[in-house]
């Protein structure tokens, strides 16, 4: 049996844990979508173990949820978003090297604008969900994927 390895993207979060020393993102930023996958870490480990998250931040651009990050506010503007967008893209690439079978984007439309371009990078058999509408809503699409329930899809 072929294991399907999946991806998730989450934007970074305005909510974060205020510690002064070095966190991996995963633990520095505390909104509500890491709230959901933080659980869903703790009580799926075996399908936790089938998925590498990454995180797009104002700060650092596209990084490894385990990456070290240190306290900081920088929020994602338009003009960030397009700073950002080559080397985003870039990394996004390399990312796509590796087979995912599944893809989740969860962030704002700012955010994607970092991202602009991704489709030409992401195989065509890929399993794909863009998390979209008002927050709750996003949330739900989110703990539905990471659960891998197919009652509401996206």
Known sequence: MISERRLLILSCSKRKCSTLRL????ERYNGPAFQVLRR?????PNKAALLDVYILSAGY???RADRPTTLYDQKMIPS????????VL?????????NYTSLCLVM???YLRALEGWECFAPKSMKL???DGPMGIKLSQLKNWLWDEQSQSC
């Open 23 to 26: 966190l991996p993102a995963i």
């Open 40 to 44: 869903f870490l703790r009580e799926q």
């Open 61 to 63: 651009g596209l990084i």
């Open 80 to 87: 960030r978003a397009a700073e950002l967008q080559p080397e």
């Open 90 to 98: 870039t990394t996004f690439a390399e990312i796509m090297q590796s």
């Open 108 to 110: 704002g439309k700012t």
């Open 129 to 131: 969900t863009v998390a």
